[in-house]
């Protein structure tokens, strides 16, 4: 019986004057109370209870001893129950980082939601494409895509994103409709390298069931989704990015998807948090959230 047991008993058989009464109330034999009580008293090295045959008092030292360990057990009960309504209504700061096209069209459009619904969690958000360190930071999620490479970090798949190679009308008229993939050794690309990737990333088809990867020469690369969408509508080159970032521009016009019979490959995004044997409740109920989020836009996370 550890100490908060043995403390319980205590309690128990002084506010019910009875070895017996307290080990039926707690479920257990009276033999094990009696030599819980007597552990209890040889690890203090005093005698915290008189025993007649008709009922049971406490000691001076066993008076003071039940007071401390009235206390200590209410204050147990109230810091379990404080828990356990944080886990219903979770409270406090939460610092996530969510690259910006998914943070503005698919996060921040329903973030209300998730403030009417968890209405005491304070949201602090980051946008960009460095690396974070959670740890030392005091992030305690971030929204990343591609496959993680920290193996320190919890990682939760959130979703398969389709991909479109695309290139703008103007640049299509000037350079010609690649119709496969080997056609791109005489195209231009904008091309797109990150904090955590420095050198540019190539482009991917699936020909044949197969993956296929190829660089395209460029005169222009960036970092930033938004700069990247910009210049392929300017005519710079040609571009892979998840569909979404760019359903609006194929709608108009002002970008074209190519390549449709050889598709690039899904990107994965995922959420990413440090280890904890107990994750927060405000950051599971927000992991969860996303979760839903990204499977009614993308249909879940299939491997």
């Not at 007071?67 to 204050?75: A, I, M, V, Y």
């Given at each position: 019986m550890d100490r908060f047991d043995a403390m319980q008993l205590f309690t128990r058989i002084v506010d019910l004057g009875s070895f017996t009464q307290a080990a039926a109330a707690l479920d257990i034999p009276r033999a094990t109370a009696t030599h819980a009580i007597k552990e209890l008293e040889a690890r203090l090295h005093v005698r915290l209870l008189e025993r007649t045959t008709r009922q049971v008092r406490t000691t001076v030292d066993?008076?003071?001893?039940?007071?401390?360990?009235?206390?200590?057990?209410?204050?147990?009960?109230?810091?379990?129950?404080?828990?356990?309504?944080?886990?219903?209504?979770?409270?406090?700061?939460?610092?996530i980082d969510i690259h910006g096209a998914p943070a503005q069209a698919i996060v921040l459009p329903r973030i209300q939601e998730f403030h009417s619904r968890y209405p005491h969690i304070e949201l602090v958000v980051g946008s960009g494409d460095r690396l974070v360190d959670l740890v030392r930071e005091g992030v305690d999620c971030v929204v990343r895509a591609g496959e993680p490479k920290d193996s320190s970090l919890v990682t939760r798949r959130l979703a398969l994103l389709p991909q479109v190679t695309c290139a703008s009308p103007g640049y299509l008229a000037a350079y010609g409709t690649p119709t496969q993939p080997s056609d791109l050794a005489r195209h231009l690309a904008v091309n797109f390298f990150s904090a955590s990737r420095p050198e540019v990333f190539p482009y991917e088809f699936m020909v044949d069931g197969k993956l296929e990867t190829c660089m395209l020469k460029d005169w222009i690369s960036v970092n930033n989704a938004d700069l990247y969408k910009t210049c392929a509508e300017q005519g710079c080159g040609i571009i892979q990015v998840p569909r979404f970032s760019v359903e609006s521009q194929l709608r108009e016009g002002s970008l074209v998807e190519i390549l449709q019979h050889t598709p690039c490959p899904p990107m994965v995004y995922s959420v990413l948090y440090p280890h904890h044997r107990q994750l927060s409740p405000r950051v599971r109920v927000f992991i969860d959230w996303i979760a839903q989020l990204y499977a009614e836009r993308f249909g879940g996370a299939a491997a």
């Open positions: 066993g008076q003071a001893f039940y007071e401390r360990c009235r206390h200590l057990l209410r204050e147990l009960e109230e810091a379990e129950s404080s828990l356990a309504e944080l886990a219903v209504n979770p409270r406090g700061r939460l610092r």
